[in-house]
C-alpha cells in the first residue's frame, strides 16, 4: 500500500477512462455523497463511473443519486473505494467480486487498514467528503449543485449536524463554500430529513428502548440491545436504524455508550460512542473492529449474555487506559 496525497489522488482520477466506486455495507450519508460526488466528477470529464454497494441505499439518500441511471456496463481502469476503512466493510456481494481488487482508496478513518494499492486518508478529515472536496479542487471539475447537495449531505451526516469534534474551521469553510455557491439547495430541509424525521414504527421503537437502557460501570456505561424479534414487532429495517448508535449516550453519566443490533444470523452487530475521554476506536479494535476515537464498531457472536459481558469487559479494559 502507498500512501498517496490530495493532489497525487487527483492525478490517479483524472488519468483513468473509466471507474468503480465502491461504497459500504449499510451506506450512510457520507459514503453516499462521496461515492456520488465522485461519479458526477468523472462524468463530467468524459469518463465512465458507476457507483456500487452490496445493500439498497435507503430511500431518504435517493436525491443524491442521478435521475435517470443507465446501467451500461463496462470494465473499469480504476477501482476506488471511499469512506470504507476495512475492506470486510464492502459486505459479502461486493467482497466476492472486488476482494484485493481496490486500486485506490479514500478515506477518513485513522483505523483504515491499507486493503487498497493507493491510500489518499486524512484522519482529521470530518467526512470522507471533506476529503474527496479536497481533490476535486485539485481536478477541473465545476462543482455542480448536485455535487454540493451530496458534499453538504455526507459532511453534515458524519458530524451529528455539525456536533461533533470533528467539525473543524475548514469543515465548515467548505460548507460555506457550497452555500455560497449553491443558495438554493435546501439545507434546512436536508438536516431535518437526516436528523428529525423517522418512521412511526422507529419512533415507537426508540419508546421501548428507552424503557430497555442497562446501566452498568456505575453509569459510566449505558447499553441497549436492539434484537431481531423488536424490529419485526416495529416493523424496522436496518436503514430505519440510523443514528441510534448516540442514543444511550444521551444518558447523564455515560461516557460509552453500546447499542448492540442482533443480525439474522444471531451474532450482534456493536456500534460504541464516547462522550469524552475514551477511545471506542481502539476498544473496538480489541474485538477485530475499529473506527474513529468517539465512534466505532465491531462484531460480536454468542448469545446476548455472553456478547454483553465480552463488550463490558472490553469497555472496563478501554475506559482504565483513559
Ligand atoms: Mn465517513
Given at each position: 500500500?502507498k500512501e498517496?496525497?490530495?493532489?497525487?489522488t487527483?492525478?490517479?482520477?483524472?488519468q483513468?477512462?473509466?471507474?468503480?466506486?465502491?461504497i459500504?455495507?449499510?451506506?450512510?450519508?457520507?459514503?453516499?455523497g462521496?461515492?456520488?460526488?465522485?461519479l458526477?466528477?468523472?462524468r463530467?470529464?468524459?469518463?465512465?463511473?458507476?457507483?456500487?454497494?452490496?445493500?439498497?441505499?435507503?430511500?431518504r439518500?435517493?436525491?443524491m443519486?442521478p435521475?435517470?441511471e443507465?446501467?451500461?456496463m463496462?470494465?473499469?481502469?480504476?477501482?476506488?473505494?471511499v469512506?470504507?476503512?476495512?475492506?470486510?466493510?464492502?459486505?459479502d456481494s461486493l467482497?466476492?467480486?472486488?476482494e484485493?481488487?481496490t486500486?485506490?482508496?479514500?478515506d477518513?478513518?485513522?483505523?483504515n487498514?491499507?486493503?487498497?494499492k493507493?491510500?489518499?486518508l486524512?484522519g482529521k478529515?470530518?467526512?470522507?467528503?471533506?476529503v474527496v472536496?479536497?481533490?476535486?479542487?485539485e481536478?477541473?471539475?465545476?462543482?455542480t449543485?448536485?455535487?454540493?447537495?451530496?458534499l453538504?449531505?455526507?459532511?453534515?451526516?458524519?458530524?451529528?449536524?455539525?456536533?461533533y469534534?470533528?467539525v473543524?474551521p475548514?469543515?465548515?469553510?467548505?460548507i460555506a463554500?457550497?452555500?455560497?455557491a449553491?443558495?438554493?439547495?435546501?439545507y434546512a430541509?436536508i438536516?431535518r430529513?437526516?436528523?428529525?424525521?423517522?418512521?412511526?414504527g422507529?419512533?415507537k421503537?426508540d419508546?421501548?428502548?428507552?424503557?430497555?437502557l442497562?446501566?452498568?460501570l456505575?453509569?459510566?456505561?449505558t447499553l441497549?440491545?436492539?434484537?431481531?424479534?423488536?424490529m419485526q414487532?416495529y416493523?424496522?429495517?436496518?436503514?430505519?436504524l440510523?443514528g441510534?448508535a448516540g442514543?444511550p449516550l444521551?444518558?447523564?453519566?455515560?461516557?460509552v455508550?453500546?447499542v448492540?443490533k442482533?443480525?439474522?444470523?444471531?451474532?450482534?452487530?456493536?456500534?460504541?460512542?464516547?462522550a469524552d475521554?475514551?477511545?471506542?476506536?481502539?476498544?473496538?479494535q480489541?474485538?477485530?473492529?475499529?473506527?474513529?476515537?468517539?465512534?466505532a464498531?465491531?462484531t460480536?457472536s454468542?448469545?446476548a449474555?455472553e456478547?454483553?459481558?465480552?463488550?463490558?469487559?472490553?469497555?472496563t479494559?478501554?475506559?482504565?487506559?483513559?
Amino acid at each position: 500500500m502507498k500512501e498517496r496525497t490530495v493532489k497525487e489522488t487527483a492525478q490517479r482520477l483524472l488519468q483513468c477512462e473509466s471507474a468503480y466506486i465502491l461504497i459500504h455495507r449499510s451506506p450512510d450519508g457520507d459514503c453516499i455523497g462521496s461515492g456520488y460526488t465522485l461519479l458526477y466528477a468523472l462524468r463530467s470529464l468524459g469518463k465512465k463511473a458507476r457507483v456500487l454497494c452490496s445493500d439498497a441505499i435507503p430511500e431518504r439518500y435517493h436525491f443524491m443519486l442521478p435521475e435517470a441511471e443507465t446501467l451500461e456496463m463496462f470494465y473499469p481502469d480504476l477501482i476506488v473505494s471511499v469512506d470504507v476503512a476495512d475492506e470486510k466493510l464492502l459486505g459479502d456481494s461486493l467482497l466476492e467480486e472486488y476482494e484485493g481488487r481496490t486500486d485506490l482508496c479514500i478515506d477518513h478513518h485513522i483505523s483504515n487498514t491499507g486493503y487498497a494499492k493507493e491510500l489518499c486518508l486524512d484522519g482529521k478529515a470530518a467526512a470522507a467528503c471533506q476529503v474527496v472536496y479536497e481533490i476535486l479542487r485539485e481536478m477541473p471539475v465545476t462543482i455542480t449543485k448536485e455535487i454540493a447537495a451530496c458534499l453538504y449531505t455526507g459532511m453534515a451526516t458524519d458530524t451529528g449536524c455539525f456536533m461533533y469534534d470533528n467539525v473543524g474551521p475548514r469543515t465548515l469553510h467548505i460548507i460555506a463554500e457550497l452555500m455560497e455557491a449553491h443558495p438554493d439547495i435546501p439545507y434546512a430541509s436536508i438536516n431535518r430529513q437526516m436528523f428529525v424525521v423517522k418512521s412511526m414504527g422507529r419512533m415507537k421503537l426508540d419508546g421501548i428502548l428507552t424503557n430497555q437502557l442497562e446501566r452498568y460501570l456505575d453509569g459510566a456505561c449505558t447499553l441497549v440491545c436492539v434484537t431481531q424479534k423488536l424490529m419485526q414487532e416495529y416493523g424496522i429495517d436496518d436503514a430505519e436504524l440510523e443514528g441510534i448508535a448516540g442514543f444511550p449516550l444521551q444518558v447523564e453519566g455515560t461516557e460509552v455508550s453500546v447499542v448492540m443490533k442482533e443480525r439474522e444470523d444471531g451474532a450482534f452487530r456493536v456500534s460504541m460512542r464516547s462522550a469524552d475521554r475514551v477511545n471506542v476506536s481502539a476498544i473496538c479494535q480489541t474485538l477485530g473492529g475499529g473506527g474513529h476515537v468517539k465512534a466505532a464498531g465491531c462484531t460480536v457472536s454468542g448469545t446476548a449474555e455472553e456478547a454483553k459481558r465480552i463488550l463490558l469487559d472490553a469497555v472496563t479494559k478501554g475506559m482504565a487506559k483513559a
